[in-house]
């Protein structure tokens, strides 16, 4: 979706790095989420936030971290204790809690 | 605990003809659900929804049916096209539960010419 971009589109991460995925929004969206998909799997809800300065833990919060600071931007951060990194990432957005998600893109990370 | 299960990893239909999607629930408390369509590398995009005071939705080609005594779901594509081809996700939500929207493996879906 255009009022989502994701960046970068493929990212490769060296052994104990740090590594922080973007997400960038014009929708005017309150809600941000970021998924992570495997193949042959589902998506799985890493972390969410509903308004500004405020997020919480999905299924899969370990090893990552994120930030909400403004309102159109969702940060993801994948730390070296995530030790199995390597999948596609998504974000999505939404108006509010009872709407349906809108999703950018993707980035896939891999390990070098 | 696969709360979302979509038992067939795949299915192949002929062009022209219906492509039925089952999905399964086990949460009693979801009461909202979707279809997202996702081709590779690129992220899913909505198709349709429905609400569990329903239990039917249509939008042109595409239907959903609910049948909450039975936790089950279907999406009803008349007629498929080659370019339906895609992976489908059902996902499903339960309001007033912090929003979060649990999705199933995924059923990819070939249209053959």
């Known amino acids: 979706d255009g009022g989502i971009t994701q960046s970068p589109k493929y990212l490769f991460r060296k052994e104990g790095q740090n590594v922080t995925l973007s997400c960038e929004q014009n929708l005017n969206h309150d809600a941000m989420y970021w998924y992570r998909q495997d193949p042959g799997q589902g998506l799985r809800l890493i972390y969410y936030s509903q308004i500004v300065n405020d997020f919480q833990k999905g299924d899969i919060a370990e090893g990552y971290s994120v930030s909400r600071e403004k309102k159109e931007s969702f940060p993801l951060t994948v730390t070296s204790a995530q030790k199995n990194p390597t999948a596609f990432y998504l974000c999505a957005t939404s108006p509010n809690r009872d709407e349906k998600l809108f999703f950018g893109s993707g980035t896939q990370l891999s390990v070098l | 605990d696969q709360q979302v299960k979509q038992n067939s990893p795949s299915l192949s239909v002929q062009e022209g003809r219906i492509s039925i999607l089952n999905c399964d629930y086990t949460?009693?408390?979801?009461?909202?659900f979707l279809w997202y369509k996702k081709y590779p590398a690129e992220g899913p995009t909505f198709l349709i929804s429905?609400?569990?005071?329903?239990d039917k939705n249509e939008d042109g080609r595409f239907t959903v049916f609910l049948n909450k005594s039975a936790k089950h779901l279907s999406l009803h594509i008349v007629p498929s096209q080659p370019g339906d081809s895609a992976v489908y996700f059902c996902?499903?939500?339960?309001?007033?539960?912090?929003?979060?929207?649990?999705f199933g493996k995924g059923t990819l879906l070939t249209v053959n010419p």
């Open positions: 429905i609400s569990s005071i329903k």
């Open positions: 949460n009693s408390m979801f009461d909202y």
């Open positions: 996902a499903a939500s339960a309001r007033g539960s912090n929003y979060k929207l649990t």
